[in-house]
């Protein structure tokens, strides 16, 4: 019973042995054939007398194959959904075409088990798709710059359609873009701004620039970042600055020739506010500053000759020294000057005679007076005041010598001394003739406090009576 039941036992082992093999074999070959995708025809591809010659080793070979086919097909798909995302059918549609057939082509050979070739058809498919990738980021990039350059070069409806059209394909490709949406903006309100540049330049041809300069900010204002417009409004502010410049000077070299030099001035202080041409503003302050001072020194001299016209000597030379502190290389109001001060001096010593006649007391001022009615009597257009000071300049010498009878009274008690003259002695009325002078009379009476009087006698006039008495007790 043993010996029967142990061979038995044998056979049955060897048999499971045998069946676990060729199980293991189908999973080995068999299952990762069994994919999501269609079912693959093995029998187009695996007849049963080839099945015993695939090889473990080979069999791995071709699940891998298959799983790098798998994912680079899912690479494959994500490439293209972002192609379908950027709308390729607007700029790539026949490349794309291409990149499907490449991926048919690898799914037909995957349903054929053909893993390997399959690997092959999506790898070209994706290479493909990825260069069709790149190239919308070079469409993007040209169409972004067609977009920029239509707009900054438009001067009518081709260049907006222009713009219009190259920013829509911008937009297709890439509608999450900063840059894109920007470019949007710019070309909506593109008509508007191509409006107020024509505007504005006919304002400038009109040189109505403020006007110009309000338009283009207001088209800054819908598109900050067109250049011609900002370049324009630059060269228009310039514009505005050379016209206000020009205004201002003008205004300045007006009022320098109506002598209006406070005005003249003002105008330039403004042209240099301004900052435009700063030499031509330093040249014309050189000729205001000319200007005044010829028109200080002309207006100075008039004064000057007004008063020696009035016989204002003296007013005559201080005006004659303002000129020549101004310029003293006037050699003319110099010599005008010189004449003047000698006028001057000759009328300051007619005065001061006329107004102390008494110096001439003195031998040596009388004789200087003489000399003085000799410089007069040499002047051929003396004028109305010195003819009226020689006149009396004149009569003073004439009568300075001449004596004048001076009468004085007394008490007949008191002693009468007239200093540097005489002794009167006591009296009750005395005459004396006198030379025109400054004197001294003193009386004295004892018991009685004495008495002075100091007088003075005038050329050509009476003299009233002097009493001359001690009354006042000691």
């Not at 290479?127 to 707009?151: F, P, T, W």
């Not at 005005?263 to 700063?278: F, G």
């Not at 204002?312 to 110099?334: G, M, Q």
């Not at 001394?417 to 006591?426: E, I, M, N, W």
């Amino acid at each position: 019973m043993d010996s029967v039941a142990a061979p038995v036992y044998s056979m049955k082992r060897r048999a499971l042995l045998a069946l676990l093999a060729v199980i293991a074999l189908a999973v080995v070959i068999i299952l990762p054939m069994l994919v999501p995708e269609p079912m693959v025809d093995t029998s187009a591809q695996l007849v049963p007398d080839k099945i015993n010659k695939i090889t473990p080793s080979r069999a791995a070979e071709l699940s891998e194959f298959r799983r790098q086919s798998q994912d680079l097909l899912a690479q494959t798909l994500m490439a293209k959904k972002q192609l379908l995302a950027q709308n390729v059918a607007q700029w790539g549609a026949l490349a794309f075409d291409d990149s499907m057939e490449f991926i048919t082509r690898g799914d037909e050979l995957y349903n054929q088990g053909r893993f390997e070739q399959a690997l092959e058809a999506y790898e070209s498919a994706l290479a493909s798709i990825r260069s069709l990738l790149a190239r919308g980021q070079e469409v993007l990039a040209n169409a972004k710059i067609s977009s920029i350059d239509a707009i900054e070069k438009a001067s009518g409806k081709d260049d907006i359609l222009r713009a219009k059209k190259a920013s829509v394909l911008a937009n297709a490709i890439a509608p999450e873009d900063p840059d894109v949406g920007i470019i949007m903006n710019r070309v909506a309100s593109l008509e508007t701004v191509i409006g107020a540049l024509a505007s504005a330049n006919e304002k400038t041809k009109a040189d109505e620039f403020a006007q110009a300069i309000d338009i283009l900010e207001q088209a800054l204002t819908l598109d900050p970042r067109h250049l011609r417009t900002a370049t324009l409004l630059q060269e228009t502010r310039e514009k505005l600055l050379q016209q206000q410049f020009q205004k201002r000077m003008s205004q300045a070299v007006k009022a320098i020739d109506q002598k209006d030099f406070e005005d003249a001035e003002n105008y330039l202080e403004q042209a240099s506010n301004l900052a435009v041409d700063t030499l031509a503003v330093s040249q014309l302050r050189d000729l205001l500053q000319a200007q005044k001072a010829q028109w200080r020194i002309d207006t100075t001299l008039d004064t000057a000759i007004e008063y020696e016209q009035k016989e204002d000597w003296a007013t005559a030379v201080a005006n004659y020294d303002d000129i020549l502190l101004t310029d003293p290389n006037l050699s003319d109001i110099a010599i005008m000057r010189l004449k003047a001060a000698a006028r001057a001096s000759l009328d300051r010593s007619i005065k001061a005679i006329i107004q102390d006649p008494l110096s001439l007391a003195s031998e040596e001022k009388f004789d200087s007076a003489k000399n003085t009615l000799s410089d007069i009597n040499k002047i051929s257009n003396p004028g109305v005041i010195l003819l009226e000071q020689r006149q009396q300049l004149a009569k003073i010498i004439a009568q300075i010598k001449v004596p004048v009878p001076v009468t004085f009274q007394s008490d007949r008690q008191t002693e009468v001394t007239l200093f540097r003259v005489s002794r009167l002695g006591r009296f009750q009325s005395t005459t004396v003739s006198l030379r025109p002078g400054r004197y001294t009379v003193a009386g004295e009476r004892p018991g009685f406090r004495d008495v002075r009087i100091d007088f003075t006698v005038l050329p050509g006039t009476e003299s009233r009576p002097l009493l001359v008495e001690c009354l006042e007790k000691i």
